[in-house]
Every structure is written in C-alpha cells, then in structure tokens.
C-alpha cells in the first residue's frame, strides 16, 4: 500500500477536487479491491483509530459499506442511530456533534438530510469528516465508487459519455457523478422529465437530452437513477408506467443499439420502473460490482484522510 498522499482534509464533495486527488483514491481503492479478495479481508492500517457514523437518514449499502470499509481496516467503530438518541428529545445537530467531539472521535461518517450539513460539522469538530449524503447535495464515496466500477470496465475514464437518466433535481448521486466525472474527463449527458432537470445543470459542463433513445445510442455507459416514488404524491411524476414508457430502461430498449451500453445503478432500485428486473440482473450491469467496489473506495478514502493522524501518532 503506496503512503497516504491527498490534499483534502475532509470529503465534503467532489466539487473542487483535483483530478489527482480523485485518481489516487481510486488506485488506492483498487489496491484494497485486491486485499477484499483475500481469504483474510482485514488489515491492521486504522488500528487505534475511532470512526463515529453518524446516519440522520435512512440507508443500507453506504451505512453497511462504511461500517465494513472500517473494520476491514480494524479502526474502532461506534455507530449512532438518529432515531435512538437524543435528538428525539430535542437537542440540536450542533449539541450532539460538540458531545461527539467531546469523546475525541478522530472521524466522523455523517448522512443528513440538510444540504451542506457535513460543511458545517468540519467546522466544529478537529475531526476527519465525510459526508455519507447531505440532502440533494453531494455523495462523493458513491461518486467514486461509480468512477471505479467504470475504471474496472473500460480501464481508462478520460473520454468516456455517460449518461446520467432520472430525477436530476433531486439527485446528490447525479452531482458527485458530474463534478468527478468531468473532473476525470469524461463528457455527460443528463436525461429525465424536464421538469427535474435544473436549469443551472449546463454551467456545470453536461448537455442535456430528454430523449432516453439518444442518449443510450450516443453513450458508453449509463447511470440509472432511482425515481423516487415518495414524490409521486407531490404530483412530481405522473405514474409508474407512463415514466417507464418513457424512460425505464428495458431490454426492449437497449436492444435497439448494436452495442453493449454499461448499466450502473445506486440504488435502492424500483425494479420496473426506471430499470427492469432483466437489465439490473443482466451482463451489462454492474451493479453488484459498485458495490464491492464501494467498500474498497471507502477504505480508500479513510487511509488517506486519516494517513496524517497516523503518521502523527507515530512522531
Ligand atoms: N446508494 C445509496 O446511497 O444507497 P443507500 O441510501 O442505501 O445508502
């Protein structure tokens, strides 16, 4: 395993980071790749090292993936439940964090609903912070593990078009996915109703194109993303069958291009709405693969923000 070696203090976002910095967590997450496939998956590199994951939000895979990310790295692990503490009594986001502090946690994994949550937690605590998902903000780990999982398929990012399809207004997994993917150079194409693509998306260096047909035949690759059902009650989407007419990505659909298109998905997925049962289980996904290649990413990026505390601990 190479030293340490990035220039951010925290992970907030993608948005700013270097495309150095980006590669270096993404060759690190493929060194760790390699120790997962190991009969023994457990390094001692984060010994004496405590993590809090602080989840204010609902989550399986990164909930799941950090805490594993952190113990195949044997850091000390204490997880905090949002709906079982304090909170529920009253007590505001900054108390809790300055008790947290208090207990000389030396990082903190926090998902929050608040945009820009994480932003203001660095500014409290001397700990290492990684935003695990702040509201429609950011979702860097899972920005890179999608860059990763790309990596792995067509060894190289430069270059590559993505297509990102869904819910684009409401999307942190859309807006890591564009500051690293454009950051790495490859080009994006954004796609879904109109009505949930924000008008500023262009100045971030995507085009845009609603028609789903298109943009699978102008694509390498395509990140699927969840519609949310919750905001079908809002009247935000019409119904289930008229946006899979629409957008849903069908083997029907895919099967009208004389090329294999990779299928990425976050998750959770609704199976027959925006992806069918048969593509998400199918050759082109890699779904599965995002996965694991979470983890490894995750372990990545607590080496390298944690590196200094460690090199500190040994002066
Ligand atoms: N991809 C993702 O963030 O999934 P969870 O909400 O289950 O963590």
């Known amino acids: 395993m190479s030293e340490p070696a990035i220039s951010i203090k925290h992970l907030l976002g993608l948005e700013g980071v270097?495309?150095?910095?980006?590669?270096t967590l993404l060759d690190t997450g493929f060194s760790f790749r390699e120790v997962l496939d190991r009969p023994i998956k457990k390094v001692p590199t984060l010994t004496g090292i405590n993590v809090v994951n602080l989840f204010f939000e609902s989550s399986t895979r990164t909930r799941?993936?950090?805490e594993l990310a952190e113990k195949r790295l044997s850091a000390d692990v204490t997880n905090f439940a949002a709906s079982a503490s304090?909170?529920?009594?009253?007590?505001?986001?900054?108390?809790?964090?300055?008790?947290?502090?208090?207990?000389?946690?030396?990082?903190?994994?926090?998902r929050h609903p608040a945009p820009g949550s994480t932003r203001q937690l660095s500014?409290?605590?001397?700990?290492?912070?990684?935003?695990?998902?702040?509201?429609?903000?950011?979702?860097?780990?899972?920005?890179?593990?999608?860059?990763?999982?790309?990596?792995?398929?067509?060894g190289h990012l430069k270059g590559l078009k993505i297509g990102?399809?869904?819910?684009?207004?409401h999307s942190r997994v859309a807006l890591s996915n564009i500051f690293g993917l454009i950051t790495m150079g490859a080009e994006i194409k954004v796609c879904g109703p109109g009505h949930l693509i924000p008008p500023y998306i262009s100045d971030l260096g995507v085009s845009?194109?609603?028609?789903?047909?298109?943009v699978l035949e102008w694509a390498d690759a395509v990140n699927v993303l969840r519609i949310q059902r919750e905001r079908m009650g809002e009247g935000i989407i019409p119904s289930v069958r008229e946006y899979r007419n629409r957008f849903g990505i069908t083997n029907e659909r895919l099967s009208?291009?004389?090329?294999?298109?990779?299928?990425?998905?976050?998750?959770?997925?609704?199976?027959?709405?925006?992806?069918?049962?048969?593509?998400?289980?199918?050759?082109q996904a890699v779904i599965l693969d995002q996965v694991l290649n979470?983890?490894?990413v995750r372990m990545s990026v607590l080496f390298h923000l944690l590196g200094s505390r460690l090199s500190e601990g040994e002066a």
């Open 256 to 283: 009208k291009h004389r090329k294999e298109i990779v299928i990425l998905h976050p998750g959770p997925i609704n199976r027959g709405v925006e992806i069918d049962s048969d593509v998400a289980d199918g050759d």
């Open 294 to 296: 979470g983890v490894a």
């Open 86 to 110: 304090s909170l529920n009594k009253g007590e505001g986001l900054k108390d809790t964090i300055q008790n947290i502090h208090a207990m000389r946690m030396d990082a903190v994994v926090m």
């Open 18 to 23: 270097s495309r150095q910095d980006i590669q």
């Open 164 to 169: 990102i399809i869904g819910d684009i207004a």
């Open 64 to 66: 799941i993936s950090f």
């Open 208 to 214: 845009i194109n609603c028609d789903v047909d298109e």
């Open 123 to 154: 500014q409290f605590v001397d700990a290492v912070v990684i935003n695990a998902g702040d509201g429609t903000h950011e979702h860097p780990t899972q920005g890179l593990l999608d860059m990763m999982s790309l990596q792995e398929r067509f």
